[in-house]
């Protein structure tokens, strides 16, 4: 079975800083791998996702993550945020070759401040 | 433009009444999931379709059944909801087995009083 682990469940940055959160997968088979974001009492959106191919994904609002296999990793990383990207970050997996179970890791609230 | 939605936003219902949370889709896929997330957890799945298939999650009580009648509708029934049961319940889509992207409705946040 595999697994995801967000190790920051808090993650405090001042606007226009850089900031990256961090993501470790557990997979005995090949995964594709996704970041997602929720705002209060809000449905997930999905932010990126890494299928294949390049190893740096960039998504929507500026974010960018990138797999590396030898370390079981997909950090997410913007360069500078905003006040309007404090929300939860939920990164997680999914088995390649059927099924659709996807499973998330505990989350990581980004507080961005002035 | 919503594609996955989710009624009502917010459900208090009593403890131990039924309660019925609902979900629709515009994109026609195939597979619908439902979560269940509590505060500062990560989501977790519940149950879901593929087609009219259902698939059961091993931990899920009992107490959660749900009812898929076609493509377009999927609802969450709690029987006998308890105070554990708050929480905010997320209805998801995907186009079929093997596509990888799923689109999530706003969320049920439910009260047990």
């Known amino acids: 079975a595999q697994s995801v682990t967000q190790l920051d469940s808090q993650v405090p940055v001042f606007e226009e800083a850089p900031v990256e959160l961090r993501c470790n997968y557990s997979?005995?088979?090949?995964?594709?791998l996704f970041w997602y974001v929720q705002y209060p009492n809000q449905g997930l959106q999905l932010l990126l996702k890494?299928?294949?191919?390049?190893?740096l994904v960039k998504g929507i609002n500026g974010f960018e993550a990138e797999f590396n296999k030898s370390q079981t990793s997909f950090h997410l990383r913007k360069p500078s945020v905003h006040i309007s990207d404090t929300a939860e970050y939920f990164c997680?997996?999914?088995?390649?070759?059927?099924?659709?179970?996807?499973?998330f890791g505990t989350g990581t609230q980004l507080k961005v401040e002035l | 433009d919503a594609m996955v939605i989710q009624n009502p936003r917010y459900q208090v219902t009593q403890f131990g009444k039924p309660v019925t949370l609902s979900c629709s889709q515009t994109?026609?896929?195939?597979?619908m999931y439902w979560y269940q997330q509590k505060s500062s957890q990560a989501p977790k799945l519940l149950f879901h379709?593929?087609?009219?298939?259902?698939?059961n999650e091993a931990d899920t009580p009992d107490n959660f059944q749900s009812r898929r009648p076609n493509t377009s509708f999927c609802f969450l029934d709690i029987r006998s909801p308890g105070l554990g049961d708050a929480a905010m319940y997320l209805c998801?889509?995907?186009?079929?087995?093997?596509?990888?992207?799923?689109?999530f409705g706003q969320g049920t946040r439910l009260t047990v009083v």
């Open positions: 997979s005995s088979v090949s995964v594709y």
């Open positions: 998801a889509t995907v186009l079929d087995r093997g596509n990888t992207e799923a689109f």
């Open positions: 997680a997996v999914r088995v390649t070759g059927g099924g659709n179970k996807l499973t």
């Open positions: 890494y299928l294949s191919g390049s190893t």
């Open positions: 994109l026609n896929h195939n597979v």
């Open positions: 379709y593929y087609d009219k298939d259902f698939n």
